[in-house]
């Protein structure tokens, strides 16, 4: 029995799939479990019902927005249970400065419960996957949606997005196989690739012509506030562009070595995502 918090997010209900398609019994934790939709057999448990659930767990998946500040109890009640082995998700920038990790000011804390993990004294694994393809839609959907130019800061910057089933996979490898205990494991798409690049490939699988313009960063920064996105997040956004721009992107083949397989490419995402950007 492998148990998977946050199941019902990007990562999580990705990662009960694979984990059901490898013939293994799955528990889901959710804060809704009467409208989870988890497919069958897959047993939905909210989190106040945590300690019955962990009963019988071999692996637990720790998702760091699940966790957050109930981490270490968690890790307590799974010691208890006889659980025996950790995967916690965290992110490639995790070791990095906290005020250069943007998404800590959106309430992330990937720092803290990856530490918490592999300080427990559980057998464990450190999954640290780079920026999602999937925050392209929140960045530039609704541009896409009202013309053909996608307006940015930073056309240049270019990173190795990853597909989230590439994560959930590699994160469903870590659970069922011990050769990777005690690993921290960076994982990252094929090849760098810029919103320049993005943009283009885009337009190409839903079938229009698109392109990228740079504006300048205090503009873009303006109107990312302006639409409700947090000032902190959004100043350290734009110094996390402006400082990775004078260094190479951060590329790994990690996701091949593991699953013997090539990470997905950021063209592939967008076709399992077509509808979505209609």
């Known amino acids: 029995m492998y148990l998977v918090t946050g199941a019902t997010g990007l990562i999580g209900r990705s990662l009960v799939g694979t984990l059901i398609e490898q013939g293994v019994e799955v528990r889901g934790v959710t804060r809704d479990p009467d409208s989870a939709t988890l497919p069958a057999p897959v047993e939905a448990v909210a989190p106040e019902a945590i300690h019955a ?3 019988g767990v071999r692996g637990l998946f720790v998702h760091p ?4 500040d109930d981490t270490e109890q968690l890790l307590r009640l799974a010691a208890d249970n006889g659980v025996e082995k950790v ?4 992110a490639i920038n995790v070791d ?3 005020d250069h990790q943007p998404s800590r000011f959106n309430g992330d804390r990937n720092t803290e419960v990856e530490r918490a993990v592999t300080g427990s004294g559980l057998p464990w694994v450190a999954v640290r996957p780079s920026s999602f393809a999937m925050n392209t839609l929140g960045m530039w959907r609704g541009q896409v949606a009202h ?7 930073y056309a ?3 990173e190795a997005v990853i597909h989230e089933r590439d994560v959930a996979d590699v994160v469903a490898r870590a659970l069922l196989d011990d050769s990777l205990l005690g690993r921290t494991i960076p994982i990252t798409g094929p090849e760098p690739i810029a919103p320049d690049q993005m943009v283009p490939i885009i337009g190409e699988v839903i079938g229009r012509t698109l392109r990228y313009q740079e504006i300048p960063a205090e503009v873009a920064a303006q109107a990312m506030i302006r639409n409700g996105l947090d000032e ?3 100043h350290a956004l734009m110094a996390r562009y402006e400082r990775e721009t004078q260094r190479p992107p951060a590329v790994t083949d990690n996701v091949e070595k593991i699953l013997g397989r090539p990470a997905r490419t950021f063209a592939a995402w967008v076709t399992d995502h077509k509808g979505a950007w209609s």
């Open 147 to 153: 013309g053909d130019t996608v307006r940015g800061p």
């Open 232 to 234: 902190r997040f959004v």
């Open 65 to 68: 927005r699940a966790a957050k």
């Open 87 to 90: 995967v916690v998700m965290s």
């Open 53 to 55: 659930a962990l009963k």
């Open 156 to 158: 240049g910057f270019a």
């Open 96 to 98: 990095d400065d906290p």
